[in-house]
C-alpha cells in the first residue's frame, strides 16, 4: 500500500487544464524533493518533473510541478490526447529510508 | 544511444531464487546511481532497490528487505537484482533505470523495457 495518495483518475477535454494531486506526510513530500513520472500504455514510465518543479529537457512547458506542505500538484495546461496516459508521483521517505510511488493517475482526454 | 537491456526474468516457483541482469550502455554508468523498480501485472509503480555509484549506499524497499540484494560491476556496466526466497506477490515486470537520486543539475531518466518475473507454482 503506497504512502503517497493520488485520485485514481482525471479527465479534461482537449485544451483544457488538469491538476493531479499527491497526498504524503512530513517523511517524504514534506521534506523532500518531488518526482513526476508518465506512463503511456505499454511503455516504461518516463520523467516530466523532478525537484518538485523542474523539467527535464524536452518535456513541454505545459507541465508544471507545485509543492505545498505535505502536499505536490501536476498540472497539465492545453490538454492534447498524447497526453493520455498515467501519471506517478514519486519522493524519498525519511521514515522507510526508501523512495515511495503514489498509487497512479489515469488521465483521459475526453 | 542510451540503453538499459534487463534480462534473467522467467517464471519460478515459490521459494526459489532468481537473478536479474541490467547491461548499461551510451551514459557514464560508473557514476551513475541506478535502481531496480516494478510494476505488477494492471498495477501501480513499486521502487524496489537502489545503489549508488560506489555501491556505498543501498537501500530497499520494506517489502524486499532481507530477500532481494542488489549489487553493481562497474567494469561491465551492470547492475544486478538477486531476488531470493520468492513469493508470488513479486510477479511483475522489473525495470532496471537510472532515474530518482537527482541531487544536483540536471536529472537523467533513462529505463529498460523490463523483465517479466512471475512466481507461480
Known amino acids: 500500500q503506497s504512502v503517497l495518495t493520488q485520485p485514481p483518475s482525471a479527465s479534461g477535454t482537449p485544451g483544457q487544464r488538469v491538476t493531479i494531486s499527491c497526498s504524503g506526510s512530513?517523511?517524504?513530500?514534506?521534506?523532500?524533493?518531488v518526482y513526476w513520472y508518465q506512463q503511456l500504455p505499454g511503455t516504461a514510465p518516463k520523467l516530466l518533473m523532478y525537484?518538485?518543479?523542474q523539467r527535464p529537457s524536452g518535456v513541454p512547458d505545459r507541465f508544471s510541478g507545485s509543492k505545498s506542505g505535505t502536499s505536490a500538484s501536476l498540472a497539465i495546461s492545453g490538454l492534447r490526447s498524447e497526453d493520455e496516459a498515467d501519471y506517478y508521483c514519486?519522493?524519498?521517505?525519511?521514515?522507510?529510508?526508501?523512495?515511495?510511488f503514489g498509487t497512479g493517475t489515469t488521465v483521459t482526454v475526453l | 544511444e542510451v540503453q538499459l537491456v534487463e534480462s534473467g526474468g522467467g517464471l519460478v516457483q515459490p521459494g526459489r531464487s532468481l537473478r536479474l541482469s541490467c547491461a548499461a550502455s551510451?551514459?557514464?554508468?560508473?557514476?551513475?546511481?541506478m535502481h531496480w523498480v516494478r510494476q505488477a501485472p494492471g498495477k501501480g509503480l513499486e521502487w524496489v532497490s537502489g545503489?549508488?555509484?560506489?555501491?556505498?549506499?543501498?537501500d530497499y524497499a520494506v517489502s524486499v528487505k532481507g530477500r532481494f540484494t542488489i549489487s553493481r560491476d562497474n567494469a561491465k556496466n551492470s547492475l544486478y537484482l538477486q531476488m531470493n526466497s520468492l513469493r508470488t506477490e513479486d510477479t511483475a515486470l522489473y525495470y532496471c533505470?537510472?532515474?530518482?537520486?537527482?541531487?544536483?543539475?540536471?536529472?537523467?531518466?533513462?529505463w529498460g523495457q523490463g523483465t517479466l518475473v512471475t512466481v507461480s507454482s
Open positions: 533505470a537510472k532515474t530518482l537520486s537527482c541531487t544536483g543539475g540536471a536529472c537523467s531518466d533513462y
Open positions: 551510451g551514459f557514464t554508468f560508473h557514476i551513475s546511481a
Open positions: 545503489i549508488s555509484w560506489d555501491s556505498g549506499t543501498i
Open positions: 512530513r517523511s517524504n513530500i514534506g521534506i523532500n524533493f
Open positions: 525537484r518538485n518543479n
Open positions: 514519486a519522493a524519498w521517505d525519511d521514515s522507510l529510508s526508501g523512495y515511495v
